[in-house]
């Protein structure tokens, strides 16, 4: 491995050009010496802003790797930052294209000696992965972190088929986030240069919404479309607390040579993510990139396939600063291998007992009110919370008291047979944990648009009253239930406000089913042990407004609304070493009647503030989001100030027809 720490340079603004001309902003660290001691490009290339959007963990980061013989280049895409043209989507041919060509220049530098990397996590995690299916000659390998194989089944928009409620609020983040102004100090044009990106800035919720099947749109950028395409070296990484946590597993299965980290983790890098234990990763990282950009035989080819952190059970918290657990490991493969347990839905509960049911399900539509989070990413209070209040709207089904401690490891399946009185209806499925006293910890969960039950490019309305089979896959895990708990299976007919709820409120009526439950050996021990997180030293700020993060649930005693409030204050700072001042603040609304699914209603608003000498500027953007049975109606606004006077306001008003949805 590279142990020698080399001397080291930071380029704040290295340029770019790409062959129509867009000149693309770089941040650069390599070692000072690289001109004639050429290094590998280790490259990260994102629309979030290297001047002040990502400034504290590549601090922590791209320094580590250069003082290690690298240089690492962290790229804002067209469109972004510092960046020049604009940005029209995510993951567009357009995007991998520049970054291909991005990647074949490096490899040209002097100072770099053929080989590069990519590594990212979420938007920089699904890219990473997308390019190498594009096979550039250059690009050797890829760390990818927090992503996904399929677009469609495991990202922000829809899952199992149904609408996330994500869809508009990472939409909304997206409104705000790009249309922001360069920096000042960077570029002479940068007043021209945010305003043609207020003007052409796309409210994405909008184009998202116009593809709710599985169809062209989504499997452009799904590499599990074709992983033979992808010839790097991956290494896959992923945590229990976020969203992405399937990937990993698939493409340890899926790839050659790939190997797979999870860890209890939130959307973050593991060498500073919650709840711990965090893990030396960027150690783990430069043995890989040791390995693949410069043929050192640092013995990761010899390390487990899958290595996963097995949590141990917890009283139910809608925030953890670590988990108690212990790392095990899979020689070969991930999870496929491991034996399934099959319990029956019966009128007793749950257990390995045929029987017979006839249990109809009618959910209030707010039930789902302690799922949490979708993605938990802004470290307030965003886990599921104790789930009795939702498994008391749902149908449930529990075991008898374990006789033994149970490792639950890998991705849980269920089998239903259910009829519907709507054409269309959505469930929810949690396996929950629960304790000796009644509280229920929520373990994984899974949920399904019944109408994608056969095959999600090719929706169907349900048989109204016909009893039909259904299967749905729950979120891969790695859990003990210990012993003297009970597993509960919960299913609802909706989850709100993850789910945006179908437009009837259907009744189900369940009439069997089964768990299949991947059951690991009993881990007694740690099987794997990670040397102890590094970091360079952090980004030098000084806070002007301090973070702060709240969750607030209200239900109105006129009406029977139900409101969900988030606010999420990420502060104002000025970075010391360039001194620009930036600030942020992001609001979420989201209400519902209980008896009322057409009552839905989601509105979010972000406030952006950047501050360089006398130069004042901030964006507000709002949208909102509403339905009737056969229309989702969006509107967004975007307001521009300079020194606090408004120069740019622009309206979206948008009605997209609901496709089975």
Known sequence: MSTTLREIEELPDHGITLSDGTRLSARIWRPVDATGNPVPVILEYLPYRKRDGTTDR??????????????????????????????ADEYTPQELSDAVEVIEQLAAEPWCSGTVGMMGISWGGFNGLQVAALAPAPLKA???????????????????????????????????????????????????AWLQRLEHEPFLPSTWLRHQRRDAYWRHGSVCEDYGAIKARVLAIGGWGDAYKNAVPQLVQALPGCKGIVGPWVHKYPHF???????????????????????????????????????DSVRPARWYTDRPGRWVAEADGATAHIPHRTLYLNQHGLSDGRGNISTPICSPQDTGAEAGEYCAIWLGPEMPGDQREDDAKSATFDTAPADQDTDIFGAPKVRLRLSSDQPQAQIAVRLCDVHPDGASTRITYGVLNLSHREDPADPAPMPVGAPMPVELWLDTIAYRLPKGHKLRLAVSTAYWPLLWPAPQAATITLQGGSLHLPVRRTARRDE???????????????????????????????????????????????????????????????????????????????????????IRLRTETRCDMWADATHFHLTARLEAYENDALIYERDVTDSVPRDHL
């Open 58 to 87: 590549d601090a922590l980061t791209h320094p580590w790797f250069a003082q290690r013989g690298y240089a690492c280049v962290r790229v804002d895409m067209r469109g972004n930052g510092d960046s020049e043209g604009l940005m």
């Open 273 to 311: 993510a919650v709840p711990e234990p965090r893990i030396g990763f960027l150690q783990e990282a430069l043995r890989w990139w040791d390995r693949w950009l410069k043929d050192i035989h640092t013995g990761v080819g010899d390390d487990p396939d899958y290595r996963a952190y097995l949590m």
């Open 528 to 614: 794997v042990q990670f040397a102890p997180p590094e970091s360079a030293p952090p980004q030098q700020t000084e806070t002007l407004r301090a973070p702060g993060n709240s969750r607030t649930r209200t239900v109105d005693m006129t009406s029977g609304t139900v409101t969900l409030r988030i606010e999420d204050d990420f502060g104002k700072r000025r970075d010391l070493d360039h001194g620009l001042i930036s600030g942020s603040a992001a609001r979420e609304t989201w209400s519902i009647h209980p008896d009322d699914p057409l009552s839905a209603r989601g509105h979010c608003h972000w406030t952006q503030e950047m501050e360089r000498d006398t």
């Open 142 to 192: 890829v760390i990818t972190l927090c992503s996904t194989v399929d677009r469609f089944a495991d990202d922000i928009h829809y899952k199992g088929g149904c609408l996330l409620n994500e869809n508009l609020g990472w939409g909304a983040t997206m409104w705000s986030y790009s249309s922001r102004a360069p920096d000042p100090a960077l570029r002479d044009d940068w007043r021209e």
